[in-house]
């Protein structure tokens, strides 16, 4: 569906050639880099997420792999967070300045710190579980 959505995106803002007044297709052809690095970066966090699901499949939650998914997808969430402050930075320098990007960039920015502070917060988490699980074990 992702792939669908920004396909269909870049064909609208630069295949059909729509009037070039429209702010839409304007947005688009001025920020496709940006939107693509984005959808790049969240098809990355769905891919260790989707490692994680599998590790909870085996019955695995506790395990190093996922406390590294969980380190990963903070890694693409700071990614995200610096392609936003490059993108305000670019905005900046060109003179584009204007109030619903910017605070709907800046909201974006803010929703990805807490996504990164949960994530590394969650890969501490079962890592401490991993190693608590590693020591029952050596008990037994």
Do not use: H
């Not at 792939?3 to 297709?25: C, E």
């Not at 098809?43 to 990963?72: G, H």
């Not at 920015?109 to 949960?118: A, H, R, S, T």
Request: some cysteine; charged content about 15%; aromatic content about 20%.
């Amino acid at each position: 569906l992702g792939l669908a959505f920004f396909g269909s995106a870049t064909v609208y803002g630069f295949f059909f050639r729509p009037d070039y007044n429209d702010p839409i297709p304007d947005y688009l052809r001025r920020n496709i880099v940006f939107i693509w690095i984005t959808a790049i970066l969240c098809f990355a966090i769905l891919f260790f997420f989707w490692k994680i699901v599998c590790e909870i499949a085996k019955d695995n939650s506790f395990s190093m792999e996922n406390a590294k998914s969980f380190k990963c997808m903070g890694i693409c969430g700071v990614l995200i967070i610096i392609e936003y402050l490059a993108r305000i930075l670019i905005w900046f320098i060109k003179g584009e300045i204007y109030l619903v990007p910017i605070s709907y960039t800046l909201l974006k920015i803010f929703v990805f710190i807490i996504f990164v502070i949960l994530c590394y917060a969650m890969s501490k988490l079962v890592q401490n579980a991993y190693e608590i699980k590693q020591e029952n074990e050596l008990t037994i």
